[in-house]
């Protein structure tokens, strides 16, 4: 276990760690001036050729952890189909490959991106081009590997199976057990993971050898900067208090975490109509949509993301202010990863959790989880029950129309489910949000 005593030790440099000029100067060029926790840890050992298992919080520059030890190993000895990088969501294999990409300018790298929602032919022209590193979702690889002529990673030297803890659900299982068998057995295999179960170690004792554990975060903790909150609320009034927070919040970058896919769409065509930019993103929505939607928030167009856990992992939106779970996860875990999207990188960050009276069971888990007590959220009773008329017919508005849609397009038929009216989301004429957007 590599130690993370000495915390005040002097400031540790790329150079320092063992990487190579060529890499110094680009991470230079990302403004990167000195490297993170996980990243002091685990080039080193990376550097060595140890495998190594990263348990890391998100926002902790686990990608920078792995791409730099690739990426000297590639300017060694150049070949195709050098390195594969597993993702369990599309999004995060999308900015990985990026991350690469931008590490790699000066040295001519190429990267190709298989995942899903994507069509499978351009995928098949990119690998014919014979890139250095392979950044996918487990499934779309299999189906490469099954179906693209002339695809194989015999010649693969390192594998990453990033975001282990999700990788190992039902989704993908099959499909990584598949990988792992046609893939050679002499390789440098890196695992990094925000939470360590049991699936976790049962596949580090598969294919891992003689690792290194980095442990750059305890076991399951969220970090000192966040402020976390939880308010009580009847399930009646959720929405009222949801309101009354966002208006609180307003010029506030928010994060609102929903259970299901619908509840997206709906809560984010309701606050629309109640004057606040917001978008939903969900994985009903087709691959360009969730980018499009992504990008408007990274923009600042839109202040305000709906989302379900498919975005709450990994996603590399720098300055998120305020987390707000609409619904409480059921699974705890999945709580630590929501509100690990505020509050990165020493930056001080909110997450409050709206809990209903169904809600309880779950709520008192997260505690248990995470070893704290939450303190109460100070919402003004009286202000929230005088929103509830206005509230409820947005949502009787917002009813009629996604059923309206609905309806059209079971008619017409073609557009993925929830992405039907996304230009609805796009456009900012509406005057009530541009006024609401000034409030500061």
Known sequence: ???????????????????????????????????????????????????????????????????????????????????????????????????????????????AVLVGGIDMGQQAINLAKRPHIIVATPGRLMDHLKNTKGFSLRTLKYLVLDEADRLLNEDFEKSLDEILNVIPRERKTYLFSATMTKKVRKLQRACLRNPVKIEAASKYSTVDTLKQQYCFVPAKYKDCYLVYMLTEMTG?????????????????????????????????????KRLGALNMFKAGECNILICTDVASRGLDIPSVDVVINYDIPMNSKDYIHRVGRTARAGRSGVAVSLLSQYELEWYLQIEQLIGKKLAEYPAQQEEVLLLYERVNEAKRLSAIELKEKGGKKRRGGGGDDGEEGFDRYTSFKNGKSSKKSKRK
């Open 252 to 288: 506030s970058t928010t994060m609102v975490f929903t259970r299901t896919c619908d509840a997206t769409r709906f809560l984010a065509v309701t606050l629309r109509k109640l004057g606040f930019r917001a978008i939903p993103i969900s994985g009903q929505m087709s691959q360009p």
């Open 1 to 111: 276990m590599a130690s993370e005593e000495n915390e005040n030790e002097e400031v540790k440099t790329f150079e320092g760690l063992g990487v190579c000029e060529q890499l110094v100067a680009a991470c230079d060029k990302l403004g990167w001036k000195n490297p993170s926790r996980i990243q002091a840890e685990a080039i080193p050992h990376a550097l060595e050729g140890k495998d190594l298992i990263g348990l890391a919080q998100t926002g902790s520059g686990k990608t920078g952890a792995f791409a730099l030890p690739i990426l000297q190993a590639l300017l060694e000895a150049q070949h195709p189909f050098f390195a594969c990088v597993l993702s369990p969501t599309r999004e995060l294999a999308i900015q990985i490959s990026e991350q690469f990409e931008a590490l790699g300018s000066e040295i001519g790298l190429k990267c």
